[in-house]
């Protein structure tokens, strides 16, 4: 199994750590050399989303990565990442982020809830978005006081925390189980 990481900017060397851990190949994705290559999967870290739009404008990877995402890519997006696939953006997930919607106080915190079929699962929220509209084909798999914090759609997998900043690898194992069920 080998997922591409998207590492323009942003948290992608935690996501590639927590990844290997589960013996998956990863690879980085700078450029449109990177992306030629064969993957099962992408990841989309957190980071700044202005300017991970920007980049990857600039690095004419926008369509390319739109297209393989419709196409059926798996693709886990953390923070930045959720944002990345929401209709103001790639529009490849039927949802609307609202970014930094925590306000200043609240800007960055820790808590744990329920995440649908895992269970209680760390939460480490950094300047996070929320889901604050979703549509047809979007299942709720995490809310915070009542708000959306992880969904999935199909193969595209997100979540407004970084599960890759803490030790517990069961959300990239259930991206994982994902992209292994896709390639059968
Ligand atoms: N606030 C950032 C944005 O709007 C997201 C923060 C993060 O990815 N940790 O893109």
Not at 64 to 75: M, T
Not at 172 to 180: A, G, K, M, Q, T
């Amino acid at each position: 199994m080998k997922i591409a990481i998207l590492a323009l900017q942003g948290a992608f060397a935690e996501h590639e750590a927590a990844l290997r851990k589960l013996g998956a190949e990863t690879f980085l994705v700078r450029n449109k050399q990177d992306w030629a290559q064969e993957k099962d999967g992408l990841v989309i870290p957190g980071g700044e989303s202005t300017a991970m739009t920007r980049i990857m404008r600039d690095e004419e990877l926008w369509d390319p990565i739109r297209d393989e995402i419709l196409g059926g890519l798996p693709v886990f997006g953390t923070c930045a990442g959720l944002i990345m696939l929401d209709k103001e953006h790639l529009s490849t997930m039927n949802i609307t982020a609202l970014r930094n919607a925590y306000g200043r106080q609240l800007g960055s915190f820790y808590t744990d809830d329920e995440f649908k079929g895992i269970g209680r699962v760390p939460m480490t929220f950094i300047r996070a978005p929320y889901i604050a509209e979703h549509g047809d084909g979007v299942e709720v798999l995490a809310t915070v006081d009542g708000r959306v914090v992880a969904a999935r759609q199909g193969a595209q997998l997100v979540t407004a925390f970084h599960p890759e900043l803490n030790d517990d690898s069961r959300i990239h194992e259930y991206f994982l189980d994902i992209v292994s069920a896709k390639s059968i």
